[in-house]
């Protein structure tokens, strides 16, 4: 694959702007196209919506989806004979569309799973549940405010938030994979115990468990 080398520079610029970014090779494709990388991004939900009334309207949403998601390098829209995306077959122009579709993943059920599943394994890491635990202790903290300070800072008010929960944060849950496996089942086993006795289950302990991020928090961005 050619990988322009102006994209040294404008890829962590724009990964910073976007969070999350993809890279199209346009090299092997047939057409005289003067580009042979662009970078997209997904589609937001709202942007997706648009898409689908567009379409119900009988509209062809794929240029404006290109406008829209394309974020390097600068097009003529405009004036289409100086835009060299032009240059590059329909078929050329119809799967880019397509593919901020699917990289966006609305369109399917499939690809919503897939991204939620990605965001379930995220939030099980201790950095994750150090910055939940945190939120929810000092609410005056925004979720955005955390990403600018240091580890020694979040552990800081880590420390401190974690003196309000019932049981402090087992730290072998996230080092061990083995003793967390064991104390996950032994937990499911004496629910199932009390269930059969008849007595209501317990909610596992914080110190088992995984605390849910809290509204606004986005623990897991991926980023190619």
């Not at 994209?7 to 003067?34: M, N, V």
Request: proline share 6%; charged share 25%; glycine share 4%.
């Amino acid at each position: 694959m050619f990988l322009d080398p102006r994209l040294k520079e404008e890829i962590p610029r724009l990964r910073r702007a976007c969070k999350e970014i993809f890279l199209i090779d346009l090299s092997g494709q047939p057409g005289e196209s003067k580009v042979s990388n662009i970078l997209i991004r997904p589609m937001t939900r709202q942007e997706f919506l648009f898409l689908q009334q567009d379409i119900d309207l009988g509209c062809d949403p794929t240029e404006q989806i290109l406008q829209s998601c394309i974020i390097w390098p600068e097009f003529n829209w405009i004036n289409i004979d100086k835009n060299p995306l032009y240059d590059l077959p329909c078929m050329c122009f119809e799967m880019l569309s397509k593919c901020i579709i699917d990289i966006s993943g609305f369109s399917s059920n499939e690809g919503i799973a897939d991204y939620f599943n990605e965001a379930r394994v995220a939030i099980n890491s201790l950095d994750s549940v150090m910055m939940t635990v945190i939120t929810r202790h000092f609410h005056a903290i925004k979720p955005c405010e955390l990403e600018d300070m240091t580890l020694a800072e979040l552990t800081k008010l880590f420390a401190i938030a974690e003196t309000s929960l019932e049981q402090p944060i087992d730290l072998r849950m996230f080092l061990d994979e083995e003793y967390a496996q064991k104390q996950v089942a032994k937990e499911v086993r004496k629910q199932k115990k009390q269930m059969h006795r008849g007595l209501p289950g317990k909610m596992m302990p914080d110190s088992y468990r995984i605390p849910q991020s809290p509204e606004g928090w986005n623990s897991a961005q991926s980023t190619e």
